[in-house]
Antibody
Framework: QVQLQQPGAELVRPGASVKLSCKAS????????MNWVKQRPEQGLEWIGR????????HYNQKFKDKAILTVDKSSSTAYMQLSSLTSEDSAVYYC????????????WGQGTSVTVSS | ENVLTQSPAIMSASPGEKVTMTCRAS???????LHWYQQKSGASPKLWIY???NLASGVPARFSGSGSGTSYSLTISSVEAEDAATYYC?????????FGGGTKLEIK
C-alpha cells in the first residue's frame, strides 16, 4: 500500500534552516510527482511546490521561491524540502502529497511534520 | 493565480439533512482538474472527490460533486455525524496549484 512517512515534529531556532523528509513506499517513486503543502494552525492549505522525482524538475509557488528547496533521493525513495531563514511565520504543519497522473489530484498524503520556530 | 473562493466558510447541519457547499474560481478550470479534500481535526487531508465528480476510494455514495467552468459544488445527500470535517477544493490549471479557504461542516 502507498505510504508517505514524515517525521512528527521539528523544533528549530529563528534564522536557522530545516530539512524535512518524506519517505515513499508501496509504489514506483519516480513515476509520480510529489507536492509539498503548508498549513498554519487553524488555517487553510497552501501549496509550496512540486518535484518530479524522475528528473528533479521543480515548480514553486512564487511566494515560497526564496524559502523552500525541493529535492529527492531516488536511491531511498525520499523527497526532501529544505526551509531556510526560518521565522515564526514558518511555524506550521508541512505535508508531502503524491500527485496522481490522471487529473493531477493529490491522492496520498503524509502525516505531516509540525515545525515550530522558537528560541 | 487562480483564486478559489469557498462558501460558506462554516455550516451546520442536522443528521439526515442535505447540504451543498460551493467553490468558485477566479478563472475557468477544466472539470478534470478540480478536486475536493476532506480534513478532520488533527489529521491529514484526504482526497475525497477528484475531477469534479469522481468519488475517491472508500467515499460514501451520499457524497457527490458537480460543476464546470468557474463554479463547482460538493453535496451530501443525507449528512451523518462522521461527515464533520473541513472540505477544501483545489485546482490544477497550471501553476500555482491553489486551494480554496475551506468549508467547515459542523453536525448539530
Amino acid at each position: 500500500q502507498v505510504q508517505l512517512q514524515q517525521p512528527g515534529a521539528e523544533l528549530v531556532r529563528p534564522g536557522a534552516s530545516v530539512k524535512l523528509s518524506c519517505k515513499a513506499s508501496g509504489y514506483t517513486f519516480t513515476s509520480y510527482w510529489m507536492n509539498w503543502v503548508k498549513q498554519r494552525p487553524e488555517q487553510g492549505l497552501e501549496w509550496i511546490g512540486r518535484i518530479d522525482p524522475y528528473d528533479s524538475e521543480t515548480h514553486y509557488n512564487q511566494k515560497f521561491k526564496d524559502k523552500a528547496i525541493l529535492t529527492v533521493d531516488k536511491s531511498s525513495s525520499t523527497a526532501y524540502m529544505q526551509l531556510s531563514s526560518l521565522t515564526s511565520e514558518d511555524s506550521a504543519v508541512y505535508y508531502c502529497a503524491r500527485e496522481a497522473v490522471r487529473g493531477r489530484a493529490m491522492d496520498y498524503w503524509g502525516q505531516g511534520t509540525s515545525v515550530t520556530v522558537s528560541s | 493565480e487562480n483564486v478559489l473562493t469557498q462558501s460558506p466558510a462554516i455550516m451546520s447541519a442536522s443528521p439526515g439533512e442535505k447540504v451543498t457547499m460551493t467553490c468558485r474560481a477566479s478563472s475557468s478550470v477544466s472539470s478534470s482538474y478540480l478536486h475536493w479534500y476532506q480534513q478532520k481535526s488533527g489529521a491529514s487531508p484526504k482526497l475525497w472527490i477528484y475531477s469534479t465528480s469522481n468519488l475517491a476510494s472508500g467515499v460514501p455514495a451520499r457524497f457527490s460533486g458537480s460543476g464546470s467552468g468557474t463554479s463547482y459544488s460538493l453535496t451530501i445527500s443525507s449528512v451523518e455525524a462522521e461527515d464533520a470535517a473541513t472540505y477544501y477544493c483545489q485546482q490544477y490549471s497550471g501553476y500555482p496549484r491553489t486551494f480554496g479557504g475551506g468549508t467547515k461542516l459542523e453536525i448539530k
